[in-house]
């Protein structure tokens, strides 16, 4: 028996944990087999209660930090490599946190190359569930949760950068006459998306990274989003806001045929350095709770268009969540059963390219509430723009909420072991050490 | 005379022969791969130092978590300082003690121990026993480049090189960070690193 042969008989789970460490740092095979679990992985559940048998995330895997053995979720990590980001079609995570940053005047490209160098590493680090480098509170990266941390790139970042090639969606969206913004939640020019099941991965995740870029931008708003913890419901099922409505019935997912070009921005759709990226639009959307109390039940139902109890459309109470909605129908007044102006009526499109995949959490900050709105797509112009215009046009829930924040930021795409997030963006030479 | 260190023997340490035997089949150029942020290590395999086939020593140092701290913004050229930390893991069966230490980054090394608060240079040997570890580490054990020309800025990646007694040589890859840490006062009047 050889030493190595020894050892493993000694010790079989510490020589698998270690590879883990090893195999991304070798860069070769291991490493490679780390980005091979993420991607196509089953379990995603916004689309609601069709995927609500299957085992909760099951493409996480093991953290290796030193207590990521230990019992509890707070040991699973989802592995950061792959074609896409992380944190984008994962299953939602109980805690979101976005932190938007402005870059400082000084940090121009060569410093965003060295920025996205460090923060390369965080994401690894952290998400995997050991310490990056230099973080002095080391032990609090061990549980993840199923930590992610998914970057974008506003306007401005791309000018500094790569003007030529910022898409033209990249930038505020138009305006809409009831919007109310300009409160402290707008644009940014770096987003980061911290997600987990536990908020003290994200709380630490969240200030290991502002350590690391503190030199190159500077905070200029975060917002906290929830949904209920983990394990409080079956997994797959809907979401309901603060107003008590079942959120995010109608979404794309991953499994449909169309998915792919609702979502993932590929050669014909954008810039190159885009290709599998995505763009993420951001609405803070406060709900006027005390309005809506005015509201009885029928009228609640009426303004959205669904039941209150499962999110069954008014056209058919007791068909559940998903049965289709019958837009034609009318009742014995004469009258549509869904209102000309209630909410799922004014959201739907006929044209099937004009659909965005919503990724929503609530937030309640002890004096407001309201929903964070987040949706990907391709292309918000043609995608989000003319559903919230028609929302902003006549929606009977208008009267209830308001849009106090808006941005627009470029998810970009995966990355692989041994490389660096962002690299197409800033093109061959930024994978190179510098001298 | 061999000076008392604090060393440890981790559980990575402690995997010494998985990782030998990863370090003998695969190329050695991990400087820019720091998936997880584990390891930077760029141990020589070429020229004069001879690879790791040959003389399986130069392949007993495994370098993780190797970083260096950021210089100051009123850093003077030619009088930077800062610290550099790792985790340096001694995979075979001879202690190694570390004969010298250069940087191209700095015109001059030290290694460094905290004592009392106060950093100084290490009198004695440094030695790396077998199948043991050296921590160097804020408020401990560090590799001290002093007469730094160039500020050293986060995202930077700096190189330092370990000679060791028996000839054989590491060449470190340390990504270097912000950190308000770090901060120990020098015996000789400068103020921090």
């Known amino acids: 028996m050889t030493a190595t042969d020894e050892h493993r008989a000694a010790s079989p789970q510490g020589v698998s944990r270690r590879a883990f460490l090893t195999g991304g740092a070798v860069g070769a095979g291991l490493g490679a087999l780390v980005g091979g679990a993420v991607g196509g992985a089953g379990g995603y559940a916004l689309a609601g209660r069709t995927s609500e048998h299957l085992p909760f995330d099951p493409e996480t895997v093991t953290s290796l930090g030193e207590t990521g053995e230990l019992p509890g979720f707070g040991g699973e990590s989802l592995p950061c490599h792959g074609r896409y980001q992380a944190g984008i079609v994962s299953v939602p995570a109980a805690h979101t946190r976005y932190i938007s940053y402005r870059l400082r005047d000084a940090t121009d490209r060569a410093a965003l190359i060295r920025l996205f160098r460090i923060i390369t590493g965080d994401i690894e680090a952290l998400t995997a569930g050991t310490a990056p480098l230099a973080d002095p509170e080391k032990e609090l990266a061990a549980r993840p949760a199923r930590l992610t941390i998914t970057v974008g790139v506003g306007e401005t970042l791309v000018d500094r950068v790569a003007p030529a090639e910022r898409p033209e969606w990249l930038a505020p969206l138009p305006g809409f006459s009831l919007d109310q913004l300009g409160g402290g939640f707008d644009g940014g020019d770096l987003l980061f998306v911290v997600q987990a099941d536990d908020p003290l991965p994200i709380s630490h995740a969240a200030r290991m990274l502002h350590r690391d870029i503190d030199r190159f931008a500077e905070v200029i708003w975060t917002q906290q989003g929830f949904r209920q913890s983990r394990g409080a419901e079956e997994p797959g099922v809907t979401m309901r806001n603060l107003m008590g409505q079942v959120d995010g019935t109608v979404n794309p997912n991953p499994g449909d045929e169309d998915f792919a070009a609702l979502m993932w921005i590929d050669r014909e759709s954008g810039p190159s350095w885009l290709v599998d990226g995505s763009a993420f639009v951001l609405r803070r959307i406060r709900m006027e709770l005390d309005t809506w109390d005015r509201v009885d039940r029928p009228g609640r139902e009426v303004t959205i268009g669904r039941t209150l109890s499962d999110g069954a459309p008014l056209t058919n109470p007791g068909g559940g969540e998903h049965a289709e909605v019958d837009f034609d129908a009318r009742g014995a007044s004469g009258l549509p059963v869904i209102s000309s102006a209630a909410h799922i009526r004014r959201a739907h499109s006929t044209d099937p390219s004009e659909r965005i995949v919503r990724r929503t959490s609530n937030y309640d900050d002890g004096n407001e509430v309201g929903l964070l709105f987040g949706c990907y797509q391709r292309d918000p112009l043609t995608q989000f723009v003319p559903i919230q215009q028609r929302l902003d046009d006549a929606d009977l829930l208008n009267e209830w909420v308001t849009h106090t924040g808006s941005a627009v930021f470029a998810m970009l795409p995966g990355f692989q072991p041994g490389e660096m997030l962002g690299t197409a963006l800033f093109g061959e030479d930024s994978d190179e050490p510098l001298s | ?193």
């Open chain 2, 1 to 193: 005379m061999s000076h008392a260190f604090r060393t440890q023997r981790s559980r990575r340490a402690a995997l010494a022969p998985a990782l030998a035997a990863l370090a003998l089949t695969l190329p050695l150029t991990l400087a820019a791969c720091s998936a997880a942020g584990e390891t930077n290590l760029s141990a020589e395999s070429n020229g004069s130092t001879g690879s790791s086939a040959e003389s399986p020593a130069h392949a007993q140092i495994h370098a993780l978590d190797v970083w260096a701290k950021a210089t100051a913004d009123d850093m003077k050229p030619g009088e930077g300082m800062t610290g550099v930390f790792a985790l340096l893991e001694n995979h075979g069966d001879e202690d190694l003690t570390i004969s010298a230490v250069t940087s191209d980054s700095a015109g001059h090394v030290e290694l460094h121990e905290v004592v009392d608060g106060q950093m100084r240079e290490i009198a004695g040997d440094v030695v790396i026993p077998a199948g043991g570890s050296l921590l160097l580490e804020p408020g401990g054990n560090h590799i001290m480049l002093m007469a730094i020309q160039e500020p050293l800025l986060p995202g930077d990646e700096v190189s330092i090189d370990l000679s060791f007694s028996d000839g054989s040589t590491a060449t470190l890859s340390a990504l270097v960070k912000d950190t308000a840490g770090a901060n120990e006062s020098y015996h000789d009047g400068h103020d921090s690193h």
